[in-house]
């Protein structure tokens, strides 16, 4: 079993950054994929981004060149760092943790950009 718990949420104006963490309750180095999903209010949840124990990301088009996904195994922690935020980034930021055999999903952060 993993628990992921996210913080970092909040609101902020577009164009502005924030910084998402995500803490697991076991030892990353175990965990094949971390990820960030989020969903938007009547839409489906997608991806974000994911990066492998080897360092390999995916972004999603819509995000490319302005969020970056890092990993901290030592401190079983992902991070998502968002800049250049757009209206249409208005979500609920949801962690993943993947291996072969389990998934594993967070509870969620809202994040919301308005002026």
Same mark, same amino acid.
């Given at each position: 079993?993993?628990?992921?718990?996210? +913080?970092? /949420? @909040?609101?902020?104006?577009?164009?502005? =950054?924030?910084?998402?963490?995500?803490?697991? !309750? %076991?030892?990353?180095?175990?965990?094949?994929?971390?990820?960030?999903?989020?969903?938007?209010?009547?839409?489906?949840?997608?991806?974000?981004?994911?990066? +492998?124990? /080897? @360092?390999?990301?995916?972004?999603?088009? =819509?995000?490319?060149?302005?969020?970056?996904? !890092? %990993?901290?195994?030592?401190?079983?922690?992902?991070?998502?760092?968002?800049?250049?935020?757009?209206?249409?980034?208005?979500?609920?930021?949801?962690?993943?943790?993947?291996?072969?055999?389990?998934?594993?999903?967070?509870?969620?952060?809202?994040?919301?950009?308005? !002026?």
């Amino acid at each position: 079993q993993v628990k992921l718990v996210e +913080s970092g /949420g @909040g609101l902020v104006q577009p164009g502005g =950054s924030l910084r998402l963490s995500c803490a697991a !309750s %076991r030892s990353t180095f175990s965990i094949n994929i971390l990820g960030w999903f989020r969903q938007a209010p009547g839409k489906e949840r997608d991806l974000v981004a994911t990066i +492998s124990n /080897g @360092g390999r990301t995916v972004y999603a088009d =819509s995000v490319k060149g302005r969020f970056t996904i !890092s %990993r901290d195994n030592a401190k079983s922690t992902v991070y998502l760092e968002m800049t250049n935020l757009k209206r249409e980034d208005t979500a609920v930021y949801y962690c993943n943790a993947r291996t072969v055999l389990e998934n594993y999903w967070g509870q969620g952060t809202q994040v919301t950009v308005s !002026s």
